[in-house]
């Protein structure tokens, strides 16, 4: 039997999205359905398609009152909304169902792994978290009649019973269950607890997996743990960073720990370290396996240090997913690329070869808001280094978003200044790219209202929004000095 507010969130959102164009919406990263997201949650694949579910307020374009939102899809691209999987309709989850993860079970269902929520002493006290879970069919699915499977009783003394959420579930090859949640000492740095199940419905505490001594912020939210290219890897958003060089920036950021679990697998330490993201907009990435074994990675393309509201009621919604991508190891770091199944997608091909970039430069058949373009730069006469070399795009008289490199500092850097913001919010992010004798690889994925930029085939990824009207699809080049460009850009889907 499904419960009257779930029924009505479902009724709400079927109204909701209908009012939505898809014209107003980006061409292949998903947004809700209606309202807002921010954390992506149970990705999956199950039954012959990619699941993804969402943190998720139907009724408005701010946080609150958390929902699981729920699509499908076949390709990773193209989105199909089902109704809304879970409401915060238990007294164990009434002030939120907040983050999980999904496994599917022996019997052909699949198990839904989330943190419940209820405040303590009322609307003004502190969360009280504890982890839950519900199984379904794909489209229905049902809270378990013992939720919740964990609560503070089966914590590691010190551990806090406010923070201790967002757990994410997978199965061992022996058929058993594991899963790591974040927590923290209260007051004090997080740590990431293992626990493990037989059946996925009896839980138990087996260790602190690792604890955060400081140097990466203090809360590390939604955790995921997994196995790649031989290596342990953990990922995590970490709040209240502080920043290391170009490496990490102030606020709530994301961090990739790359090491071995110990003989027992019950403890991991890290032996390099990374940002996932180096740009604007990028917060707690979920992975999944995909059939043909890519580990496969999508996150929430926004930042609770970067929300812009402006025009978020007239749009009627507000957030979007990443592009899911494909996630490898060279050399101790972590590589992101688009997923393959972009490739298909492109058309109208436009090359050019040896272009001279100085001053400002505009090529034919170089512009759009939805498409796939690959640069390389390097200098035109090698003993004559450039000063800077940028790229204007989502450009017109009025607005521009701009990437740019000087090859002097190895930075570049990302700016979203000019892009139609009235509100003094974060609008600069710099990453240290050092270029082999100026050469730079860039591949830039517009999507209307973002940027995803994949630097030296993913060796670092910088990620953008900005809410420029629609209209401004141009694109130009500019040079201190005289460099040289080899660039090709595709279309992507059909213009709408």
């Known amino acids: 039997m499904i419960n009257q507010k779930l029924l009505f969130a479902r009724a709400y959102e079927k109204e909701g999205c209908a009012e939505i164009p898809s014209e107003a919406r980006p061409r ?3 947004t809700p359905c209606v309202g807002w997201t921010n954390d992506p949650n ?35 691209l193209n989105w199909k909304y089902l109704p809304c999987a879970m409401a915060p309709d238990e007294p164990y989850d009434s002030d939120g169902v ?115 001594d400081g140097r990466f912020g203090l809360m590390w939210e939604c955790p995921d743990f997994f196995e790649l290219d031989g290596k342990h890897v953990l990922l995590c958003s970490p709040q209240d960073m502080l920043p290391d060089g170009f490496e990490y920036h102030n606020g709530n950021g994301t961090l990739c720990l790359i090491g071995q679990m110990d003989g027992e697998r019950k403890h991991f330490s890290y032996e390099h370290h990374q940002s996932v993201d180096y740009g604007i907009d990028f917060y707690a990435p979920q ?7 890519r580990r496969i990675m999508i996150a929430w393309m926004q930042n609770w240090d970067t ?21 490898t190891i060279h050399n101790g770091r972590l590589y992101q690329k688009p997923i393959r199944e972009l490739d298909q997608y492109r058309s109208n091909k436009v090359e050019y070869k040896n272009v ?10 170089i512009e759009g808001r939805i498409v796939d373009m690959e640069i390389t730069i ?31 500092e190895s930075t ?22 050092p270029a082999k004798n100026g050469e730079v690889k860039l591949r830039l994925i517009l999507d209307k209202f973002s940027v995803e930029v994949f630097v030296n085939d993913g060796e670092q990824v910088m990620t953008a929004t900005f809410m420029t009207d629609i209209a401004a699809k141009g694109i130009s080049f500019f040079a201190d000095g005289q460099v040289e460009m080899d660039i090709t850009k595709y279309d992507l889907f059909a213009e709408e």
């Open 28 to 30: 292949f990263h998903m």
């Open 42 to 76: 149970g990705f999956s694949f199950y039954k012959n398609q990619y699941h993804l579910f969402y943190q998720y307020n139907p009724y408005k374009t701010v946080w609150d009152s958390m929902h699981w939102g729920h699509v499908v899809s076949d390709d990773l």
């Open 98 to 212: 907040f983050s999980g993860s999904a496994v599917e079970l022996p019997d052909g269902k699949q198990l839904l792994m989330y943190t419940g929520v209820l405040k303590e002493g009322g609307d003004h006290g502190k969360d009280i978290q504890t982890q839950c879970i519900a199984v379904g069919d794909g489209l229905d699915y049902h809270k378990y009649e013992n939720n919740p499977v964990l609560d503070a009783s089966d914590l590691p003394e010190g551990m806090s019973r406010n923070d201790f959420r967002d757990p994410k579930i997978w199965r061992e090859a022996d058929g058993t269950y594991r899963c790591v949640i974040g927590t923290r000492i209260p007051e004090k740095e997080g740590a990431i607890i293992l626990f493990s199940s037989p059946d996925g419905f009896q839980w138990k505490y087996e260790s602190i997996l690792i604890r955060n």
């Open 287 to 293: 992975t999944t396996l995909a059939p043909d074994g």
């Open 307 to 327: 929300c812009d509201q402006q025009g978020a009621q007239e749009r009627k919604w507000f957030g979007q997913m990443t592009l899911p991508r494909e996630l």
């Open 356 to 365: 001279t970039v100085e001053g400002n430069v505009t090529l034919p058949g």
């Open 378 to 408: 390097r200098p035109k006469d090698k003993d004559a280094m450039y000063r800077k070399f940028g790229v204007w795009f989502a450009q017109n008289e009025k607005f521009k978003t701009t990437l740019s490199y000087k090859p002097y």
């Open 412 to 433: 570049l850097k990302i700016d979203r200044k000019c892009s139609g913001s009235r509100r003094a919010y974060i609008h600069q992010r710099r990453s240290l790219v």
